[in-house]
């Protein structure tokens, strides 16, 4: 059973602050890895995709992977009070089929 | 615009009586899936299908059919619903083959209760 596991929180964190979003996953032959950003009542959106280990960045959201530890995180750095979402992380190996974890609450206050 | 559609957006029907819910996509993408979002368990695929006539079950198939016969559409169908079918469900799309770039599109998702 693939599993991918992330913390339900809801993290915390003020204005401007940095928040990091962690996901572990069992299935040491995943290759791609997602993070989605889901507003309350709506659809999950991707905002990055990561599949070598180190950092990739985009704006203000860094992922980072790390394979031998099965480990991928989500870094947002100068967090908004618009960032207030929960955060989906994805693992897909060679299938069709990705994997979802639980999501992570995410609560950015003023 | 690139989207992904699906209807009805809400719906509350009563045990045992036949349903779909359509998803359709405008984008020319090869492969379809549906979810279901439950609270505390996250995202959860149903079926998947990689072209037209080509469908695959996925983590939690049962109690749900799918058809793909135009590359554009793939329906859900709920044969008999039952209440452990209330929920909130997503249709996605995007590129198929080997790619490693593959952005998956959502729709904007259907929220069913059955009673």
């Known amino acids: 059973q693939k599993e991918v596991e992330q913390n339900s929180g809801p993290l915390s964190v003020p204005e401007g602050a940095i928040a990091s979003l962690n996901c572990t996953y069992s299935?040491?032959?995943?290759?791609?890895f997602f993070w989605y950003r889901q507003y309350s009542g709506k659809s999950p959106e991707l905002i990055m995709s990561?599949?070598?280990?180190g950092d990739k960045e985009d704006g203000r959201f860094t992922a980072q992977l790390n394979k031998a530890s099965q480990y991928v995180s989500l870094l947002i750095r100068d967090s908004q009070p618009s960032d207030s979402a929960t955060y989906l992380c994805?693992?897909?190996?060679?299938?069709?089929?990705?994997?979802f974890g639980r999501g992570t609450s995410l609560i950015v206050h003023p | 615009e690139a989207q992904v559609t699906q209807n009805p957006r809400y719906l509350i029907t009563v045990t045992g009586k036949k349903l779909t819910v359509t998803c359709s996509q405008n984008?020319?993408?090869?492969?379809m899936s549906w979810y279901r979002q439950d609270p505390g368990l996250g995202l959860r695929q149903i079926y998947y299908?990689?072209?037209?006539?080509?469908?695959d079950k996925g983590d939690v198939p049962e109690g749900y059919k799918v058809s793909r016969k135009e590359k554009r559409n793939f329906p859900l169908i709920l044969e008999s619903p039952s209440p452990n079918q209330t929920s909130l469900y997503f249709c996605?799309?995007?590129?198929?083959?080997?790619?490693?770039?593959?952005?998956?599109?959502f729709g904007p998702g259907t929220r069913l209760t059955v009673l």
């Open positions: 996605a799309s995007r590129t198929g083959g080997a790619r490693d770039t593959d952005t998956q599109y």
């Open positions: 299935d040491r032959g995943s290759q791609s």
């Open positions: 990561i599949y070598s280990n």
């Open positions: 994805a693992v897909r190996g060679g299938s069709y089929i990705p994997t």
């Open positions: 984008m020319n993408h090869e492969y």
């Open positions: 299908s990689m072209n037209v006539e080509v469908t």
